[in-house]
């Protein structure tokens, strides 16, 4: 059996949803969070360890609510993102509050991460499909024989991702005919409009095709790609200029330039599933509405791990 892992980027603080830890927030009937959900449906289509990389003053809490339990479900190992772990030569600047994005997240679990790996966001809801391909994606080419870093994406159809709360941000993506991707647009400030989706810009709104292809942060990886991360963040770290206390070194961004530089191929996988996620506070209901609608058609069992 080959060995994948799902790993989980639980660090963020969350900021638009009002400062709360909604990566913590009760959702399902008997407690359960949105990483429960996704645990479940990696673990179902054949993941055997989860990475949580999450923030140290959270580690206690953390663990007494999802990651003791999940340990005796499957393997558990633990990163923790710190705004201060920087390469030598580098310090935080003078005001500069928050960490460095999903790109030093999926960094700091470097040294627990030596399989093939999916990396999600932990307050989405994802769904299994994506899960499924991703994971026979990496096993099936585990072994493959290329000079450019092999990544794999589960790709969402924008209509299937927007909240009804307010603007939210995709990466809008290009893909060819073989279904590779040529490029990643990210693209703030979409929202839902009358005649489907829009982006809000200075001058008013230009719409979007609800059927584009987005980016969820649903990456599959191999380790190989861990040590191109490495080697990316001082040179990001390095360009900052003037925008040193907010720039973040994002996922999306670092492989849409690896992409263009010809070092790595990135697969795309089509889900047709609905994502949901707490974007904003007022997305609590409706995520909880959604998952019950889900335990209602037999998705998912109630309690979800016994």
């Known amino acids: 059996m080959t060995k994948t892992a799902l790993v989980i980027m639980a660090a963020g603080i969350g900021s638009r949803y009002g400062g709360g830890i909604k990566q913590m927030d009760p959702l399902g009937p008997n407690g359960e969070i949105m990483m429960d959900y996704s645990i479940y449906d990696a673990l179902e289509a054949g993941f055997n360890k989860v990475v949580f990389i999450i923030r140290r003053d959270l580690d206690h809490d953390f663990r007494e609510l999802i990651g003791d339990r999940v340990s005796r479900k499957t393997e558990v190992a633990y990163a923790w993102q710190e705004i201060d772990d920087l390469p030598e030569g580098f310090s935080v600047p003078e005001g500069r509050t928050k960490p460095w994005g999903t790109g030093q997240a999926l960094l700091a679990a470097k040294d627990v991460i030596s399989e093939p790996f999916v990396v999600i966001n932990a307050d989405d809801y994802y769904g299994k499909e994506g899960f ?12 493959k024989k290329s000079d450019k870093l092999q990544i794999s994406m589960a790709a969402f159809v924008l209509g299937n991702t927007l909240s009804d709360n307010g603007g939210v941000t995709r990466g809008i993506l290009t893909v060819d005919d073989e279904q590779r991707l040529v490029g990643i647009n990210e693209t703030k400030n979409i929202v839902r409009t009358e005649n489907g989706a829009g982006v809000i810009t200075e001058s008013g709104t230009e719409e979007l095709p609800l059927d584009n292809l987005v980016s969820m942060n649903m990456w599959g990886l191999y380790p190989e790609f861990l040590a191109k991360l490495e080697a990316e963040f001082p040179k990001f770290l390095s360009e900052l200029g003037d925008e040193k206390e907010k720039k973040e070194f994002l996922l999306p961004t670092i492989i849409d330039k690896l992409l263009k530089n010809g070092e ?13 996620g707490m974007t904003y506070k007022e997305d609590r209901d409706a995520v909880k509405g959604e998952i019950r609608k889900l335990i209602e058609q037999g998705v998912y069992p109630t309690p979800l791990f016994e």
Do not use: Y
């Open 132 to 143: 499924r391909r991703l994971h026979d994606l990496l096993v099936a080419e585990a072994e």
């Open 264 to 276: 790595a191929e990135v697969r795309v996988m089509r889900t047709d599933d609905v994502w949901f």
